[in-house]
C-alpha cells in the first residue's frame, strides 16, 4: 500500500514530499562516489511501477484522445469536397426515387443513364456500381488516408507537446544545462522529483511509442526509427540508473524539441493550408538542424569524454566505466541516425525551394 501510494502522488505531480526528501539527501549524494554506479536517490521497485504506469497512461490518453478529440475534429477539419458531396446526394435522391416509384423498362433505362454520368461511391451508399466509380472510390480512399495521417500528426503532436513542456520546466529550475563541463561536475548528481517525473513521462512516450511503431503505416525509415527509439530507451534506463540524469535530461529535450514543430506542420499539410505548411515546416528544419546536428553533437557528446572523469582522470562511474560507453555509444549511433534525418531534411528543403511549396514527406515514399 505505500509503494501504491507513492506512485499515486508521482502520477499526480504531488511531488512535494518526495522533493523535501530528496533535498535533504544531496550531501549524501555528492559524497557518494564511492557507492556503485546506482543512482542513490533510486526507490526500488517504486520507481520500475512508475515507469509501467507511464507506458499505461501514454496507452490510456491515447485511446481517450483519439476517440473522444482527434478523430471526430479530423472529419471536421478534412471533409467531403462540395462536388463529392453534391454526388452523395444525388445518390441519395436516385436511391429514394428506386424505391419509391414502380420499376418499368423506360424508367430504368433513364436511371442507369442518369447514374453513369455521376461518380458514386457504391460501397458507402449501397448501391450498383456505375461505370465511373473508379474516380469518386479514389478520392474517398485518398480523403480517408489524409484523415489517418492528420490523426496520427494530431497525436504525435499533442505527446511532444506534453514532453517538451516537462522537459523546458525541468531543465529551468537550475542553470547548469547551459555549461556542458556541468553536466558531470560533482557526480553523483542528485535526481530531482521533477526531474523523476520528466524521465517517466520521457521513458513511457518512447516505450509506448516503440509499440505503436508496428501498427502504424510504415515508412522508409521504419528500421530507423526503431533503432533511434530502442537507443533512446537504453540510454534513459542506464543514464537513470548511474545518476548521470543532468545530461540524460538534456538529451531527451534536445531529441523532442523539433518533433512538435514537424507534427504541427504535417497537420496544415492534411488540412490543405499549404503556407502555414510551408512556415512551420521551414521552422521545424532549422530547429531540427541546430538541436541534433549542432547542440547534440558539438555541446553533449563532446563533452562526455573531457568531462566524465573524475578529478584522478578514472573514468566515471567509478570501477563500473561499461555503463558510460554504452551510454556515449548510443549517443552516437543516435547521431549518425540524425545525420541521415538531417540529410532528408535538405533534401525536403531543396524540393521545397525549387517546387514553391513543402511536399508530402519524403520519408513516404516507400511505405510498404
Known amino acids: 500500500m505505500q ?6 502522488s508521482l502520477m499526480l505531480f504531488d ?21 556503485g554506479p546506482f543512482n542513490q536517490d533510486l526507490v526500488f521497485p517504486d520507481d520500475a511501477y512508475a515507469a509501467v504506469l507511464w507506458i499505461l497512461f501514454w496507452a490510456a490518453i491515447h485511446s481517450v484522445m483519439l476517440r473522444g478529440v482527434i478523430v471526430p475534429l479530423s472529419y471536421r477539419l478534412i471533409g467531403l469536397p462540395s462536388h463529392l458531396l453534391k454526388s452523395a446526394k444525388i445518390s441519395n435522391d436516385q436511391t429514394c426515387s428506386s424505391q419509391t416509384l414502380p420499376a418499368t ?45 492528420l490523426q496520427l500528426a494530431m497525436w504525435k503532436c499533442l505527446s511532444y507537446c506534453i514532453t517538451v513542456s516537462m522537459g523546458v520546466y525541468t531543465l529551468a ?10 553536466y558531470f561536475k560533482g557526480y553523483p548528481h542528485l535526481t530531482t522529483s521533477t526531474m523523476k517525473i520528466y524521465y517517466n513521462i520521457g521513458f513511457g512516450n518512447y516505450a509506448y511509442q516503440l509499440y505503436t511503431l ?27 540508473f548511474t545518476s ?14 523539433a518533433d512538435p514543430i514537424m507534427e504541427f506542420a504535417k497537420c496544415w499539410l492534411y488540412c490543405k493550408n499549404q503556407r502555414m505548411a510551408d512556415v512551420f515546416f521551414g521552422l521545424f528544419a532549422a530547429t ?31 570501477g563500473y566505466a561499461q555503463y558510460f560507453w554504452i551510454c556515449v555509444s548510443c549517443l552516437c549511433l543516435l547521431q549518425v541516425l540524425n545525420l541521415n534525418w538531417g540529410y532528408l531534411i535538405c533534401k525536403m528543403v531543396y524540393r521545397t525551394v525549387t517546387a514553391g511549396k513543402v511536399g508530402e514527406d519524403i520519408r513516404d515514399a516507400d511505405v510498404e
Open 173 to 182: 529550475q537550475d542553470t547548469w544545462w547551459s555549461q556542458p563541463e556541468l
Open 3 to 8: 509503494s501504491l501510494g507513492a506512485l499515486l
Open 288 to 318: 531540427f538542424l541546430i538541436t541534433r546536428n549542432y547542440i547534440f553533437p558539438f555541446h553533449v557528446i563532446s563533452a562526455c569524454i573531457p568531462y566524465g572523469v573524475y578529478e584522478d582522470g578514472e573514468r566515471m562511474p567509478r
Open 105 to 149: 423498362p423506360e424508367s430504368s433505362a433513364r436511371s442507369r443513364k442518369k447514374s453513369n454520368s455521376q461518380p458514386l461511391n457504391s460501397k458507402a451508399l449501397g448501391v450498383a456500381s456505375p461505370t465511373n466509380d473508379n474516380d469518386y472510390a479514389a478520392q474517398i480512399k485518398q480523403i480517408e488516408k489524409d484523415r489517418a495521417k
Open 214 to 240: 508496428f501498427h502504424e503505416p510504415r515508412q522508409s525509415d521504419f528500421w530507423a526509427m526503431f533503432t533511434h527509439h530502442i537507443c533512446t530507451l537504453v540510454v534513459m534506463g542506464v543514464s537513470y
Open 244 to 257: 548521470f540524469t543532468r545530461i540524460g535530461t538534456v538529451i531527451l529535450l534536445l531529441h523532442d524539441f
Open 15 to 35: 511531488s512535494s514530499a518526495v522533493m523535501r526528501e530528496s533535498d535533504s539527501n544531496v550531501s549524501q549524494n555528492s559524497s557518494s562516489s564511492g557507492k
